[in-house]
């Protein structure tokens, strides 16, 4: 699943992986780590061509010559080595740093000169054929972890410990200006920590800057001015970034495993990769634009396609926090409703809005399309239910009865004359969408009930609730057939697999749960989520799960092995729903960052 956007796995070094490049004419790659060798790669095999070994340390940089004639590679043992990429020999070693060297770049086309900084606090500039350092620029307090020259030479950007982004003058070696906004706290004595840069570039053309740092953020900034034009938001630390080579796009890479795609223009999350098992330390664009490679301490390279989007579009148009999503039985149409009380219809091809249903009084819990698609229920904290035409938009009637509010809506029968519906008020209530009575009313949580859901043959019902179980309930007697319980938080969600044989359930413990419907027996617990499960799912063969997290994620589950296939992430806010398509093909989340988004499942 997903597999598509992911194009290679490199595995050879044994242990964390800390710098990754591509050669200018994107035939190979090279690498560095912990385990102090420099390995080259075939970037269309994936081949492992040769493995430099000199340093003595771990290696932290590497970097092509502008020609492709050498490679250079900056180690913890305080040198630097620049090697024949034809041969493999170490042609050079450079010496001077008095600590780590953190990042290597070249300055001249012919790789003739070199860029270095260091944990010394120094960035140094090298004559890489007769060895010497020709110029040293001190300027930061403390070390120093990245440095960049721009496109026409004459000017370096470089980040460190200090908190701050540094422009250099390239010939005289003077600091022309200081960014400073990524946030810095200070220790007991005054230090600053947990906001150093660890990774700085010049765009294409030499207008912007963009930095990241440890306060989980990357920031673009005018290189004239120095002002922050745009901030974008990883959930941890982030290690790397890059410019695509059309200056278009940013790619970053970091401590919460993902490697993320943005739009260079306004900031927009355009892309989430996943697949890392550990921080990602660093990411590169190749020469072309099209494919992405990140190296990761869990020892391997990744290459990964860049013109594929897993998430396939960002829906746009509410106001405030989205809190629930549904697909059309025929895939066409998207429903979404939140907190700015509006339910708003989609066309799910297109990502445009065709229809905004204005009648609840508050914010608006549930969606549920009638298996024939011919109306639309929505649930909402004014304690209604309101029933629409799709074809119209038209509300053709407004269920009164819940004493709190709606939470959860879901049709019984195929034409959409019967409807469940569960509140705050510890009950679920069946209602006769024709007539608008309620006639059943379910009693036995001791809590809000959360969530409802119904058998593919209509005869049964699932509920959930803060009391920490799992209800289920015969649709036509209304007497509750099994209490399943094994949560040790509230339950948020449930849903029924296609067949009827299995009960999902999610929770404010953080875990997903299966059960058997027929035994009531618990046959699996999902953990992967690291905050509050909101909402799961069941695809429409049944072999799949997918779940929404207070986390910002999307996970999805293969059901028989109880494993977490994909996480998926972009959302910047808590993800409050989530549904596959009725062909299986895609999903849709919501969030309370106003959005909605359809992601590739195929």
């Known amino acids: 699943m997903f597999s598509s956007f992911f194009h290679g796995l490199l595995q050879g070094h044994s242990d964390s992986v800390f710098s990754v490049a591509y050669s200018p004419d994107g035939s190979k790659l090279v690498s560095g780590g ?15 061509t040769a493995t430099l070994q000199g340093h003595t340390n771990q290696v932290n940089s590497v970097a092509f010559s502008p020609d492709g004639s050498c490679l250079a590679s900056g180690s913890t043992d305080k040198t630097i080595r620049i090697w024949d990429t ?9 010496k001077g740093h008095k600590n780590r060297v953190t990042c290597v770049t070249f300055i001249s086309p012919d790789g003739s000169k070199l860029l270095s900084c260091s944990a010394d606090s120094a960035v140094r500039i090298w004559d890489t054929i007769t060895g010497p350092c020709t110029t040293t620029l001190d300027g930061h307090g403390r070390s ?15 980040g460190g410990h200090d908190g701050s982004v540094c ?17 810095v706290s200070v220790d007991s004595e005054g230090i600053p ?9 010049f765009s294409p053309d030499g207008s912007r800057v963009v930095s990241c740092s440890a306060d989980s953020t990357v920031r673009i900034w005018d ?19 890059a410019f695509s080579p059309d200056g278009s796009k940013l790619v970053s890479g970091g401590w919460d495993r993902t490697v993320r795609v943005w739009d260079a223009a306004t900031g927009g999350c355009i892309a989430t990769f996943t697949g890392h098992s550990l921080a990602v330390s660093s990411v590169a664009f190749s020469p072309d634009g099209s494919r992405l490679l990140s190296g990761s301490i869990d020892k391997t390279v990744r290459i990964w396609d860049a013109t594929k989007n897993p998430c396939g579009a960002t829906q746009q148009g509410h106001t405030d926090k989205v809190t629930c999503v549904a697909f059309s039985p025929d895939g066409l149409t998207l429903a979404s409703g939140g907190h700015e009380v509006r339910v708003r219809l989609w066309d799910a091809a297109k990502c445009e809005c065709t229809a905004a249903l204005k009648g609840h009084g508050s914010a608006v819990t549930s969606v549920a399309f009638s298996r024939d698609g011919s109306r639309l229920a929505s649930g909402s904290t004014d304690h209604t239910v309101r029933l629409w035409d799709t074809a119209t938009g038209e509300c053709t009637a407004t269920l009164k009865g819940h004493r709190s509010n709606v939470t959860c809506v879901a049709f019984i029968s195929p034409d959409g004359s019967k409807l469940a519906v569960s509140s705050q008020d510890k009950t679920v209530r069946i209602w006769d969408a024709a007539t608008g009575a309620c006639t059943a009313t379910l009693e036995g949580h001791s809590k809000a009930v959360h969530c409802v859901a119904i058998s593919p043959d209509g005869s049964k019902l699932v509920s959930c609730s ?8 015969d649709a036509t007697t209304g007497e509750c057939i099994a209490t399943l319980e094994g949560h040790t938080e509230s339950v948020t969600g449930v849903a029924l697999s296609p067949d009827g044989s299995r009960v999902v359930s999610c929770s404010d413990d953080s875990t997903v749960r299966i059960w058997d419907a027929a035994t009531g027996e618990c046959t699996a617990t999902l953990k992967g989520h690291t905050d509050k499960v909101t909402c799961v799912a069941f695809s429409p063969d049944g072999r799949r799960l997918v779940s929404s997290s207070k986390d ?17 992430r972009g959302h910047t806010g808590d993800v409050n729903s989530v549904a596959f398509s009725p062909d299986g093909q895609r999903l849709v989340s919501c969030s309370s960052d106003h959005t909605v988004r359809v992601w590739d499942a195929a």
């Open 223 to 241: 290189a004239a001015t120095g002002e922050c034009t745009a901030t974008c938001y990883h959930t941890s630390a982030v290690n790397s970034v």
């Open 86 to 94: 034809a041969t493999g020999e170490c042609t050079v070693t450079l």
């Open 144 to 158: 120093i972890n990245c440095v960049a020259i721009s496109p026409d030479g004459q000017r370096l950007v470089s």
């Open 34 to 48: 912990k385990d102090s060798a420099v390995r080259v790669w075939d970037a269309t095999t994936g081949e492992c």
């Open 552 to 568: 910002k994620s999307v996970r999805v589950w293969d059901v028989a092995r109880g494993e977490c296939t994909a996480a998926l």
């Open 193 to 201: 920590s947990d906001a150093h840069i660890d990774s700085v570039a």
């Open 167 to 183: 422009i250099w003058d390239a010939a005289t070696g003077k600091c022309t200006a200081t960014f400073e906004g990524h946030p």
């Open 466 to 473: 803060g009391d920490q179980t799992v209800k289920v309930w």
